[in-house]
């Protein structure tokens, strides 16, 4: 046996895997694109080590993927297998696994905090709870799994800066501002490639309407994300979201054909459908065609690959995003068939059915309503829907083209009523008012409009 780089005991012989273990921790935790050819690396020099088979699974379910579903189910058998002579941190996480792949996400997190209880420095479990307490929409969770395990860490550490990253991020998404900013400054001070900190104090800028900041902040750091995962895209994505606040819809189309969404990139070529890059492109194409911009043939290639994805319903929060790019384009057969194959899916066994049911369903139901010009009916489909979609995942930033689907379909229905329903819901959540973004202008002075005196 021997130790990692945070002093927790690996079940393997070999010394060499040992060493590509941290490397493809190191990997993981800074989002590099080689993260699988890491893993492949200790797999050749230990195969019968469990933990690294668990990790192969971790990463088939982190792709958020039905197709690659199965492939994690059989890696947490084949890791089971092994561990016959292994820690019991090593087969919890195994357990955790397998509960991810056969979808119950709550005994997956219970799993995951059980371990950090007496293991804290094990950055593996911490990193895939975070991860999935925000595709979860559960930000005071996020909060509280970082504080309860930051104290046992230090600059001496190895993956400091991620935890630092992670703590700037959960506390700007319960809006404690304060708290996020210098946890993201300080890890970018200690890694200025660390791409979840850029996006951790990016939200907290783009929440306080610092976009000018914001795009100085990204454009800055951007030549340390060479050799990065999809995230880099949606740090540009965010960077485009601040040119969009400026009305620099040239900029911001650029950005999307150069940056985010540029299909002959190679990370882009070698995964085309990479949920957060669908959600990247459709969110924006979505915000810039209701401001009036040409956005050409760009829902196409999204829709075509919406098509290719439908009973899919693994990644939740990319549903609706989906049905957008098919509404967009016309496609209302298909749109019909991925629907039903939502109130198929809606009808399993899991944490993830009974959200789809109440959330994905109402809204996608709104977007077809809505593309047919049927507003009132978008707006009654989505309005049960409001309250509790943010379980669906995503940032308030990303929940905010949900929202904007709803106001926009209230506007065009003329339901002042439900506008200052939105707009005062949006108001609550962000530290400048919603007149001060431009999606929300528009909403914003019709329901001032529509307010009653005091």
């Given at each position: 046996?021997?130790?990692?780089?945070?002093?927790l005991?690996?079940?393997?012989?070999?010394?060499?895997?040992?060493?590509?273990?941290?490397?493809?921790?190191?990997?993981?935790?800074?989002?590099?694109?080689?993260?699988?050819?890491?893993?492949?690396?200790?797999?050749?020099?230990?195969?019968?080590?469990?933990?690294?088979?668990?990790?192969?699974?971790?990463?088939?379910?982190?792709?958020?993927?039905?197709?690659?579903?199965?492939?994690?189910?059989?890696?947490?058998?084949?890791?089971?297998?092994?561990?016959?002579?292994?820690?019991e941190?090593?087969?919890?996480?195994v357990?955790?696994?397998?509960?991810?792949?056969?979808?119950?996400?709550?005994?997956?997190?219970?799993?995951?905090?059980?371990?950090?209880?007496?293991?804290?420095?094990?950055?593996?479990?911490?990193?895939?709870?975070?991860?999935l307490?925000?595709?979860?929409?559960?930000?005071?969770?996020m909060?509280?799994?970082?504080?309860?395990?930051?104290?046992?860490?230090s600059?001496?550490?190895?993956?400091?800066?991620a935890?630092?990253?992670?703590?700037?991020?959960?506390?700007?998404?319960?809006?404690?501002?304060?708290?996020?900013?210098?946890?993201?400054?300080?890890?970018?001070?200690?890694?200025?490639?660390?791409?979840?900190?850029?996006?951790a104090?990016?939200?907290?800028?783009?929440?306080?309407?610092?976009?000018?900041?914001?795009?100085?902040?990204?454009?800055?750091?951007?030549?340390?994300?060479?050799?990065?995962?999809?995230?880099?895209?949606?740090?540009?994505?965010?960077?485009?979201?601040?040119?969009?606040?400026?009305?620099?819809?040239?900029?911001?189309l650029?950005?999307?054909?150069?940056?985010?969404?540029?299909?002959?990139?190679?990370?882009?070529?070698?995964?085309?459908?990479?949920?957060?890059?669908?959600?990247?492109?459709?969110?924006?194409?979505?915000?810039?065609?209701?401001?009036?911009?040409?956005?050409?043939?760009?829902?196409?290639?999204?829709?075509?690959?919406?098509?290719?994805?439908?009973?899919?319903?693994?990644?939740?929060?990319?549903?609706?995003?989906?049905?957008?790019?098919?509404?967009?384009?016309?496609?209302?057969?298909?749109?019909?068939?991925?629907?039903?194959?939502?109130?198929?899916?809606?009808?399993?066994?899991?944490?993830?059915?009974?959200?789809?049911?109440?959330?994905?369903?109402?809204?996608?139901?709104a977007?077809?309503?809505?593309?047919?010009?049927?507003?009132?009916?978008?707006?009654?489909?989505?309005?049960?829907?409001?309250?509790?979609?943010?379980?669906?995942?995503?940032?308030?930033?990303?929940?905010?083209?949900?929202e904007q689907?709803?106001?926009?379909?209230a506007?065009?229905?003329?339901?002042?009523?439900?506008?200052?329903?939105?707009?005062e819901?949006?108001?609550?959540?962000?530290?400048?008012?919603?007149?001060?973004?431009?999606?929300?202008?528009?909403?914003?002075?019709?329901?001032?409009?529509?307010a009653?005196?005091?």
């Open positions: 046996m021997y130790l990692d780089a945070r002093g005991v690996l079940s393997t012989n070999s010394g060499k895997a040992a060493t590509a273990f941290d490397h493809l921790v190191a990997g993981y935790l800074t989002q590099r694109a080689d993260a699988g050819e890491r893993l492949e690396a200790v797999l050749a020099a230990d195969p019968d080590f469990a933990l690294a088979q668990c990790m192969k699974g971790y990463f088939a379910m982190l792709a958020f993927k039905e197709a690659m579903v199965p492939t994690a189910a059989e890696q947490a058998r084949k890791a089971a297998a092994l561990c016959t002579d292994v820690t941190r090593e087969r919890s996480h357990a955790a696994l397998a509960a991810w792949a056969e979808g119950d996400l709550d005994r997956t997190l219970a799993t995951w905090e059980a371990i950090l209880r007496d293991h804290p420095l094990d950055v593996v479990a911490f990193r895939l709870a975070h991860f307490y925000f595709w979860l929409g559960r930000p005071y969770e909060v509280a799994s970082v504080d309860r395990v930051l104290p046992a860490w600059e001496e550490v190895p993956g400091y800066s935890m630092l990253a992670c703590h700037a991020f959960a506390h700007e998404e319960v809006g404690d501002y304060v708290a996020a900013e210098p946890s993201g400054r300080r890890a970018i001070e200690l890694d200025p490639g660390d791409l979840w900190a850029a996006h104090v990016a939200h907290v800028m783009e929440s306080q309407g610092r976009r000018s900041e914001g795009i100085r902040w990204l454009t800055a750091l951007a030549p340390n994300w060479e050799g990065s995962h999809n995230m880099q895209h949606h740090l540009w994505w965010h960077c485009a979201l601040f040119k969009l606040e400026h009305g620099d819809h040239a900029g911001v650029e950005l999307y054909d150069t940056r985010f969404r540029n299909l002959n990139a190679p990370l882009t070529v070698a995964s085309p459908d990479v949920y957060i890059d669908v959600q990247n492109a459709a969110s924006m194409l979505f915000r810039l065609q209701r401001l009036g911009v040409d956005v050409g043939t760009r829902w196409v290639e999204l829709a075509d690959k919406a098509e290719a994805r439908i009973g899919d319903c693994v990644s939740a929060f990319t549903l609706p995003h989906w049905m957008m790019a098919l509404t967009a384009t016309g496609r209302t057969e298909a749109a019909g068939r991925m629907i039903e194959a939502m109130r198929g899916f809606a009808k399993g066994q899991g944490t993830l059915p009974p959200l789809v049911r109440d959330y994905v369903l109402p809204i996608s139901e977007l077809l309503a809505h593309a047919a010009g049927h507003h009132d009916r978008a707006v009654e489909l989505m309005r049960p829907a409001l309250g509790g979609m943010y379980q669906l995942g995503g940032s308030h930033a990303q929940q905010d083209v949900l689907l709803f106001v926009d379909a506007l065009k229905a003329g339901s002042l009523d439900d506008v200052r329903l939105v707009v819901r949006v108001a609550g959540r962000r530290a400048i008012p919603p007149e001060r973004f431009l999606g929300w202008r528009e909403a914003a002075r019709r329901a001032d409009l529509a009653p005196l005091a």
